[in-house]
């Protein structure tokens, strides 16, 4: 969300702050189920929310670029992470641990408004794209997904199993669908 450009972890009062310099791509920032005292901010680069299946298969649900903020989630609902964070492209981090969460919320009250307003907007990007896979063609849904995330993060090279994560499809439906597109657009 953009307006957490507008809000640096500087700004925090009640908390400890932590550089995390260079993480490295598919560094994992913190696993699904592992217990949350912190949260995140990215000075540079590029990160990718997963959530891993019982059975081992990742899905791509969100991603998050410099300036924004992640991980927060369980300071509103849950002690433990929902999904694990890993880098998608080399990441500055800077992790924010509460003192206490009574204490944080209160005191940074404008942080907490940014807060629920960017978690509003995932979950209204998430009821959309769920609501697409339900009634969206796998064509369609591969070259939104392609079209979305060469937009919005065209310095990253998206690899097909992220493209078929993304778009809630297998990897082998979403190289066959490239590949298609790829011989239409020639």
Known sequence: ???????????LQHCQLTSLHQQEKSAVIYTQGECA????FIKSGLVGLFHILENGKESLLRIYHTGEYF?????????????????????????????TLPHFL???????????????????????RLAKI???????????????LTLHYPDYPWTYREIA??????????????QKLKHQMS
Do not use: W
């Open 106 to 128: 209160v005191g940074n009250p404008e942080f907490t408004h940014l807060l629920l307003k960017q978690l509003a907007a995932e979950l209204q990007d998430a009821e959309h």
């Open 71 to 99: 991980g927060f989630r369980t300071l509103f609902n849950n002690d433990h992470y929902h999904c694990t964070a890993k880098v998608l492209q080399a990441t500055e981090l800077v992790k924010i641990k509460p003192n």
């Open 134 to 148: 339900s009634y969206t063609r796998s064509l369609d849904r591969v070259a939104d997904s392609i079209s979305y």
């Open 1 to 11: 969300m953009d307006s957490s450009l507008n809000f640096f972890p500087t700004q």
């Open 37 to 40: 005292n912190e949260f995140y």
């Open 165 to 178: 994560e993304f778009s809630g499809c297998e990897t082998e439906t979403a190289i066959r669908i490239s």
